[in-house]
C-alpha cells in the first residue's frame, strides 16, 4: 500500500489527471464536478502563496474575478474567440497579481492579508462601478461558447460532459505547471522563505523578488480558474470578487491541506460537494460549514489530505 | 454643488463622528485582542452582530434601554471567554494564521445561530424612547440619539483607557502585551489575563453593537462589511495601539461621510483607498510602532 | 531528470488529449416524455430575502396542487423543483444547470433578485428551456438578454416607479429628490420616475448614490434636508428601504418632505414595523387587501389561507402562484409539454389569476397588468396582516411601459 501511495507521490500528475478524468461519474452531476475542477484550482494557485509560501492573501478573489471578467468581456462585447479570451483572461489576471503584489508584499504577516483584503475590495468596486462593461450588479451574461471544431469533429460546448473534459485540459496543464514549480529551485527557495524568511534572506535568495513572481504565478493561475468559470456559467457575478470568496479559498486550502500538492483539490471538492448535499437537507448549511472549518483548524490542522499524507508517513518534502 | 453650506458642512461632519464612534470603539475591542494575544478576532463583526440583537430583544421584552444596555456586553463577552477558552487557547503557538481562521468559521456559525434563532429577517430597531427625534444644535436639526451615541462611546471609551492606564489589571494587561514570558515568571496566570482580554473584547464589540442598532438594520449579515470597515480602521490606525484605534475610527467615520456628501457613490470605496494608502505610506498605521508587523 | 521530465509531459499529453478528443457518452439531453412534468423553482431560500422566497414558494406549490387536483394534464401531474439560489448569481447558474442537466426540468420558473434572474435567463436561453422570471428588473425585456423563451411575470421598474412618480407628483410637488441604491435596480427605478416625472414638469435636484447595502444612511440625510425637495424618493429595496425609511424618519425628514418609493414590499413593511414606514407610499404588484373589488385575489387569498393556516400571501408569493399558473395552464391549451408549442400558447395566453386581466405582450413576454399603490398604515389596524391602506389602481396599459423598438426589438 506504501508503495502504491509513494508511486502516486512520484507522478502526482498523472495520477491526478487519472483520478479526475473519471471524476464526473462519481459526482450527481457535471456541473457540480467541474464547479470542483475551477475552484480546485483556485485553490491550488491559491496555496502556492498559502501553504508553499506562508502568505495569507484575502484577496484573491481579485484575480477570479479579473480573469472570469476579462474573459467575459471579450466575448461579450468584442466577439473574440473563446481561446483568446482564456488568454487575456490570464493575463489580466497576471498583471492585477504584478500590481497588487507589488504593493501588498512590502508588509508581512497580518498587515499582508489585511493589505491584500482591502486591495481586494478596491478591485471589486471597480469592476462593480464599471457597469457599460460588467453589469455592475447584475453581473456579466451571455458568455457563449459556439460549437467549434478540434479536427474536423464537431465539440458542443453546450454537453456537460464534453464541458468537462475541455475544461479538464486546461485543469491538468495548470496543475502540470503547479507540479513544474514546486519541483524546480524555485519551489525550494518559496518552501525555504515560508521555514525561516531571515535565514533564506541571509542565504542571499532575493525574498522580495520571490515572492513578487509567486504571487504573480499565483494570480495566473486563479486568473484562469476565473476564465473557465466565465465560460462554463455563461455568467460572471460580481461576487467573484468580495472577500468572501477569497475566504473560500482559503477554508478549501485549509481543509484539504496547504503545503500539500493535491490537498486543496480535495478540499475544494469536499467543500462543493458538502454545500451541495447539505443544502438539500437543511437551510443551516452556513453553521455545518463554519463548524467543520473549525472541526478541521483545530484537530487536523494539516487538512484531510495532509492528515492522510502524513499518516501514511509520506516525506512531506517530496510533495 | 447645489446648497453646499458651512452649516451642511458641520452637520455632515458632526454625522461623520457618529458614524466613526462606533468604529473607534469597534476597533478599539480588535485592538485589544490583538495587543495581548495576538490574535485576529475576524468573528470580532459577528459578535458586534450578537450584540446588536440581544440589545434589540432586550429592549423588546424589558422595555429599559439602560438595562439592554449593560446586559448585552455581558453576554457578548461571556461568550467571547467560552470562544477563548475552548477555541482559541488551543491554537497559540500554531502561528497567526490559525486563530485568525477559526474565528473566521466561528462568524459562519454565529450569523447561522442567530438566523435560527431570530430568523431571517431580523428584528425591527428600537429607538429608545427618551433618545429618538431631533434637537437644534445650532447649525440644525440632528438627531438626538447620535448625540447620545457620541457621549456614550466617548465615555466608554475613556472608561477603558481608564482601566488600562489607572488599574492593576490594566497594568497587567499592558505588561501582558509587551512581554509574556515575564509577566508568567512574575506569577501571574497569564492564561486568565487572555482569557478576560478576549472576553473584553467581545464584550465591547457586543456593545458597539447594541449602540449601533437603533441607527441601522438588524439582520444577521449586518456584521459582514462592518469586519472589512473594522480592519480598516485598525490599520490605519495601527495594530497595537488603542489610541490609534480611537483616532483612526473618527476618522474613517468622516472621511465616509464627508465622500457621501462630494461623491456619494465612492463613500464605501473611500475608505478602502485610505487604508491603501496609510499602508503605503507609513506600513505601521498612524501610531502602531515602525517594524512592529511589517 | 529532463528525460524523466519530458516523458512524464508526453504522458500528460496523450491521455490528456485523448480524455478531451473522445466523444464521450453522448448524454440524451432532450426533454424525456417523463411521468410528471418538472418545473424547476430556483429561488434564495437562503439570505436576506428568504422570508419573501418562501413565500414564493408556498404560493407555488398552491398553483401546482391547483393543477394536480384538477387531474393535472393528460392524468399526468406537475412537480415543483425548489432549489437555493443564495441570492447569488453564480450558484443561481449552477442550480439551473442542475435542474435541466440532471432533473431534466422542463421548465423553469422562478428568482427574485434582478441579478439572479438574468443569470437563469442566460443557462436557460442557451439550452432552450422556457423561463418565466418573477423577478423585477428592466434589464430581462432588453433584447440583449431577452430570448423567445424568456417570460417576465413580475412588473418592472418603469411600471412601478412611473405609476409612482403618476400618483404623487401631482399631489405634493415637482422638486424630486433621489436617494439610490447604486446598482443596476436603483438606476432603473430613477430613470423610470424621471422619465415619468418629465411629462409633470418635474425637476431632479439630485440623485445621491448610496453603496448598496449600506446601513447608515446618516451621511446622506443633511443634504437631502439642505436640498428641501417636496419628494424624496428612496430607490432601492429590501433591507435597504428598511434602513433608509427609518433613518428619514430619525432625521425628521417627514416633517418637510413627502417620502415616496417604487417597491414597497409587505416583508419590508412588516421588517421596519409602522412607526419607520408611517406616511410612505409605494408601488406594488399586489396587496391581499385587493380581495374587497377583485374576485379573483378573494379566490386565491382564500386558497391560500385555507393551505396555510390563514396568512395571506405576499407580493412575490403572488408572482410565484401566478407564474406556475401561467406555464401549466398554456401546457393544457397547447396540449404538449414541447417547449415551443407552450410558448406559443403562453404567448397568446389571456389570464386572470389574482389580481385581474392580464397579458403577455408579443416583443418582450412581458405580463402587462395593473399597478397598486398603498400607502403604509399605522393606525386602525384591523390585525397583524393589515399594514397598508390601497390609494389606487394604475390600470393595464402598454402605453405605461417602454416601447419594443425601445428595448431593442426589431418589428
Given at each position: 500500500m506504501n508503495s502504491f501511495f509513494q508511486l502516486i507521490a512520484r507522478h502526482r500528475v498523472l495520477a491526478s489527471t487519472l483520478f479526475l478524468s473519471v471524476f464526473p461519474f462519481i459526482m450527481p452531476y457535471e456541473a457540480l464536478a467541474i464547479n470542483i475542477l475551477i475552484f480546485g484550482l483556485f485553490a491550488m494557485g491559491f496555496n502556492l502563496l498559502?501553504?508553499?509560501?506562508?502568505l495569507l492573501s484575502f484577496g484573491h478573489a481579485a484575480f477570479l474575478g479579473i480573469g472570469s471578467y476579462l474573459t467575459g468581456i471579450s466575448i461579450v462585447h468584442y466577439g473574440l474567440p473563446w481561446g483568446t479570451s482564456i488568454l487575456i483572461g490570464v493575463i489580466g489576471a497576471a498583471i492585477g497579481g504584478l500590481l497588487m503584489g507589488f504593493l501588498a508584499i512590502r508588509t508581512r504577516g497580518i498587515y499582508f492579508s489585511m493589505v491584500t483584503l482591502a486591495l481586494g475590495q478596491i478591485v471589486f468596486y471597480i469592476f462593480y462601478k464599471a457597469e457599460s462593461l460588467t453589469g455592475g450588479e447584475n453581473g456579466l451574461r451571455g458568455v457563449r461558447v459556439d460549437t467549434f471544431n478540434i479536427f474536423g469533429i464537431p465539440v458542443d460546448f453546450l454537453n456537460p460532459l464534453v464541458k468537462y473534459y475541455i475544461i479538464l485540459t486546461f485543469v491538468v496543464l495548470a496543475i502540470w505547471l503547479i507540479s513544474r514549480i514546486l519541483n524546480s529551485p524555485l519551489g525550494a527557495v518559496m518552501e525555504a522563505i515560508r521555514e525561516n524568511e531571515k535565514r533564506a534572506a541571509a542565504c542571499g535568495f532575493d525574498v522580495a523578488k520571490t515572492k513578487l513572481l509567486v504571487f504573480v504565478l499565483s494570480a495566473a493561475i486563479c486568473g484562469l480558474a476565473g476564465s473557465l468559470r466565465a465560460l462554463h456559467l455563461s455568467i460572471v457575478p460580481i461576487d467573484s470578487l468580495h472577500y468572501l470568496q477569497s475566504g473560500q479559498a482559503v477554508m478549501m486550502s485549509i481543509l484539504g491541506g496547504m503545503g500539500t500538492f493535491f490537498g486543496p483539490f480535495i478540499g475544494a471538492a469536499v467543500m462543493l460537494y458538502l454545500e451541495d448535499v447539505v443544502t438539500t437537507f437543511t437551510k443551516h448549511w452556513m453553521a455545518v460549514l463554519g463548524l467543520v472549518f473549525m472541526f478541521f483548524v483545530l484537530f487536523f490542522p494539516k487538512g484531510i489530505w495532509g492528515t492522510i499524507l502524513s499518516k501514511l508517513q509520506i516525506n512531506q518534502d517530496s510533495k | 454643488m447645489t446648497g453646499l453650506t458651512f452649516e451642511l458642512l458641520c452637520m455632515q461632519l458632526l454625522t461623520g463622528i457618529a458614524l466613526g464612534s462606533i468604529y473607534a470603539l469597534l476597533a478599539l475591542g480588535l485592538c485589544l485582542i490583538f495587543g495581548m494575544l495576538n490574535v485576529v478576532n475576524f468573528a470580532h463583526g459577528a459578535f458586534f452582530m450578537v450584540g446588536a440583537f440581544l440589545g434589540v430583544y432586550f429592549l423588546g421584552i424589558t422595555g429599559n434601554f439602560w438595562f439592554s444596555l449593560i446586559l448585552t456586553p455581558l453576554l457578548t463577552g461571556c461568550l467571547g471567554l467560552v470562544t477563548e477558552k475552548f477555541l482559541v487557547r488551543p491554537l497559540y503557538g500554531r502561528g497567526l494564521d490559525y486563530p485568525l481562521l477559526l474565528t473566521f468559521g466561528l462568524s459562519y456559525v454565529l450569523i447561522e445561530v442567530m438566523r435560527i434563532t431570530f430568523g431571517i429577517e431580523g428584528l425591527p430597531s428600537i429607538t429608545p424612547d427618551g433618545l429618538s427625534g431631533t434637537v437644534n444644535v445650532g447649525i440644525g436639526y440632528f438627531p438626538k440619539y447620535r448625540l447620545f451615541l457620541i457621549g456614550a462611546t466617548a465615555v466608554i471609551i475613556i472608561g477603558v483607557w481608564l482601566f488600562i492606564q489607572k488599574t492593576r489589571y490594566g497594568l497587567i494587561i499592558k505588561a501582558g502585551a509587551a512581554d509574556q514570558e515575564i509577566v508568567k515568571v512574575l506569577g501571574v496566570d497569564i492564561a486568565k489575563v487572555w482569557l478576560l482580554v478576549f472576553g473584553l473584547g467581545c464584550a465591547i464589540a457586543g456593545l458597539s453593537g447594541i449602540l449601533a442598532s437603533p441607527t441601522r438594520s438588524v439582520n444577521p449579515e449586518m456584521g459582514i462589511p462592518i469586519l472589512a470597515e473594522s480592519f480598516v480602521v485598525t490599520v490605519v490606525g495601527g495594530m497595537g495601539s488603542t489610541v490609534g484605534a480611537v483616532v483612526a475610527g473618527l476618522l474613517v467615520g468622516v472621511v465616509y461621510s464627508m465622500t457621501s456628501l462630494f461623491f456619494p457613490d465612492l463613500s464605501e470605496l473611500s475608505i478602502f483607498v485610505l487604508m491603501a494608502v496609510v499602508l503605503l505610506m507609513r506600513p505601521q498605521g498612524l501610531f502602531g510602532k515602525a517594524g512592529a508587523m511589517g | 531528470m529532463k528525460q524523466k521530465v519530458m516523458n512524464q509531459t508526453r504522458r500528460k499529453l496523450i491521455i490528456g488529449g485523448a480524455a478531451a478528443a473522445s466523444t464521450p457518452?453522448?448524454?440524451?439531453v432532450a426533454n424525456a416524455q417523463a411521468e410528471t412534468i418538472k418545473i424547476g423553482f430556483p429561488t434564495p431560500l437562503t439570505g436576506p430575502f428568504s422570508a419573501e422566497a418562501q413565500d414564493q414558494v408556498k404560493a407555488a406549490e398552491l398553483a401546482i396542487k391547483e393543477f394536480n387536483d384538477a387531474g393535472g394534464f393528460n392524468g399526468r401531474k406537475a412537480e415543483l423543483l425548489v432549489r437555493d439560489d443564495k441570492l447569488n448569481p453564480g450558484e443561481a447558474a449552477t442550480r439551473t444547470l442542475e435542474l435541466i442537466?440532471?432533473?431534466?426540468?422542463n421548465f423553469v420558473v422562478g428568482s427574485l433578485s434582478a441579478a439572479t434572474q438574468l443569470s437563469i435567463n442566460a443557462v436557460c436561453k442557451e439550452r432552450k428551456v422556457l423561463f418565466n422570471s418573477i423577478s423585477q428588473s428592466d434589464a430581462i425585456n432588453e433584447a440583449k438578454d431577452w430570448s423567445v423563451y424568456t417570460f417576465h411575470e413580475s412588473l418592472n421598474p418603469t411600471m412601478t416607479a412611473g405609476a409612482v412618480a403618476r400618483y404623487s407628483i401631482p399631489r405634493y410637488g415637482k422638486k424630486i429628490v433621489f436617494l439610490t441604491a447604486d446598482y443596476a435596480y436603483g438606476h432603473e427605478m430613477v430613470r423610470a420616475f424621471e422619465r415619468a416625472g418629465k411629462e409633470l414638469g418635474a425637476t431632479t435636484l439630485a440623485d445621491i448614490r448610496h453603496p448598496l447595502g449600506a446601513s447608515d444612511y446618516s451621511a446622506f440625510l443633511p443634504r437631502i434636508k439642505a436640498l428641501n425637495p417636496d419628494i424624496l424618493v428612496l430607490c432601492n429595496f429590501g433591507r435597504d428601504l428598511v434602513n433608509a425609511a427609518k433613518q428619514c424618519t430619525d432625521f425628521g425628514l417627514k416633517s418637510s418632505m413627502k417620502i415616496v418609493t417604487p417597491v414597497l414590499l409587505y416583508t419590508s413593511r412588516l421588517a421596519g414595523g409602522p412607526e419607520a414606514f408611517e406616511g410612505i407610499l409605494g408601488g406594488t404588484g399586489y396587496y391581499w387587501g385587493l380581495e374587497d373589488r377583485i374576485p379573483t385575489a378573494k379566490t386565491f387569498n382564500d386558497a391560500f389561507r385555507k393551505m396555510y393556516n390563514g396568512s395571506v400571501p405576499s407580493d412575490y408569493g403572488a408572482l410565484g402562484y401566478a407564474g406556475i399558473k401561467s406555464v401549466l395552464a398554456s401546457i393544457k391549451i397547447a396540449k404538449s409539454t414541447d417547449t415551443m408549442k407552450v410558448v406559443a400558447a403562453m404567448e397568446n395566453l389571456k389570464y386572470d389569476w389574482y389580481k385581474g386581466p392580464e397579458y403577455y405582450r408579443?416583443?418582450?413576454?412581458?405580463?402587462?397588468q395593473t399597478v397598486i399603490i398603498v400607502e403604509s398604515k399605522s393606525k386602525n389596524m384591523k390585525d397583524k396582516y393589515d399594514v397598508f391602506n390601497i390609494l389606487t389602481i394604475e390600470p393595464t396599459t402598454e402605453k405605461n411601459m417602454r416601447t419594443c423598438a425601445e428595448l431593442g426589438h426589431k418589428a
Open positions: 498559502f501553504g508553499y509560501m506562508g | - | 457518452l453522448w448524454l440524451n442537466e440532471k432533473d431534466k426540468v408579443k416583443c418582450d413576454h412581458q405580463a402587462v
